[in-house]
């Protein structure tokens, strides 16, 4: 079965500074991976996927997420961190060798950027 | 062009009582899953609809029913609800492909008394 673990429960980065959200996967096969924000209150904003290519996927806001098979790991990076960037941070997988299977997400990383 | 939408924000009920939450998916896409936040976790899958049919279910009771529309909106049901339905209801709307994102609306928060 496929599963998500984001290992910290919390990031505290300076604004200013570079901050990655960790995300390890399990699943059969070349994964689909995703990371989504969440402000309080609020629904799951899509940031960016990983299919298939360059393992360096941009997305949106300024973030990037580097897929590492040998680690499977996928971790979502910032160069300068900002203030609004404070948020509930879900990695999602999807097998895609199990047919049109729903995402599995990860418990969550809260990020505070600290002025 | 609108995304996901749901309906209502909020709501509150009592135990043993039923609920109706309705989600709009996004323009152009036929698929509809909803997911069920608590507090503190991360989504977790209820079901998902495609051509107003259930097509995948998640780890959730039969209290827990939906259905899909025509113009494929959906709503999700649950019926004889105790304190620990209390949580974020999310819908997404994708294309139904595996590569497609899924794209969700802001929530409807489930407050069970």
């Known amino acids: 079965a496929q599963s998500v673990a984001q290992p910290e429960d919390q990031v505290n980065v300076a604004e200013g500074n570079p901050l990655t959200v960790k995300c390890t996967y399990s699943v059969s096969g070349n994964p689909y991976l995703f990371w989504y924000v969440q402000y309080p209150n609020r629904g799951l904003q899509f940031l960016l996927k990983y299919i298939t290519g360059d393992n360096l996927v941009k997305g949106s806001y300024g973030f990037e997420a580097e897929f590492n098979k040998s680690q499977t790991s996928f971790h979502l990076k910032k160069p300068s961190a900002l203030v609004s960037d404070s948020a509930l941070y879900f990695c999602?997988?999807?097998?895609?060798?199990?047919?049109?299977?729903?995402?599995?997400f990860g418990k969550g990383t809260r990020l505070s950027v600290i002025a | 062009d609108a995304g996901v939408t749901q309906s209502p924000t909020h709501l509150i009920k009592t135990r043993g009582q039923q609920v109706t939450l309705r989600c709009s998916p996004k323009s152009g896409h036929d698929t509809v899953s909803w997911y069920q936040q608590a507090l503190g976790q991360g989504p977790q899958f209820i079901f998902q609809y495609y051509e107003e049919e259930e097509r995948q279910r998640g780890n959730f009771p039969d209290r827990f029913s939906g259905h899909q529309f025509p113009n494929y909106s959906s709503e999700l049901n649950v019926n004889a609800l105790w304190l620990g339905d209390s949580a974020l209801y999310l819908c997404?709307?994708?294309?139904?492909?595996?590569?497609?994102?899924?794209?969700f609306g802001p929530g409807t928060r489930l407050t069970v008394l």
């Open positions: 999602a997988v999807r097998d895609p060798f199990s047919g049109n299977t729903p995402l599995v």
């Open positions: 997404a709307s994708s294309s139904g492909q595996p590569t497609d994102t899924q794209y």
